[in-house]
């Protein structure tokens, strides 16, 4: 698995924390957590791809 995807979902983690609405923060949160333990790097890059959509909305 690439190293720098958990790195890069950890600072859109913080960041997303104070910007989208708490319920959805959590779900994409609990999917991370899953694909972070299966190890699965394409559910990490359309979780990545789901943080970016959410970062344009709430801006």
């Given at each position: ?6 790195k890069m979902m950890d600072a859109k983690t ?10 959805v923060f959590i779900e994409l949160n609990k ?29």
């Open positions: 698995m690439n190293p720098e995807l958990p913080k960041y997303l924390e104070d910007t989208i609405p708490t319920d999917l991370s957590l899953i694909a972070r333990i299966e190890e699965d790097e394409e559910r990490l890059s359309e979780l990545c791809k789901k943080y970016h959509l959410l970062i344009k909305e709430h801006l």
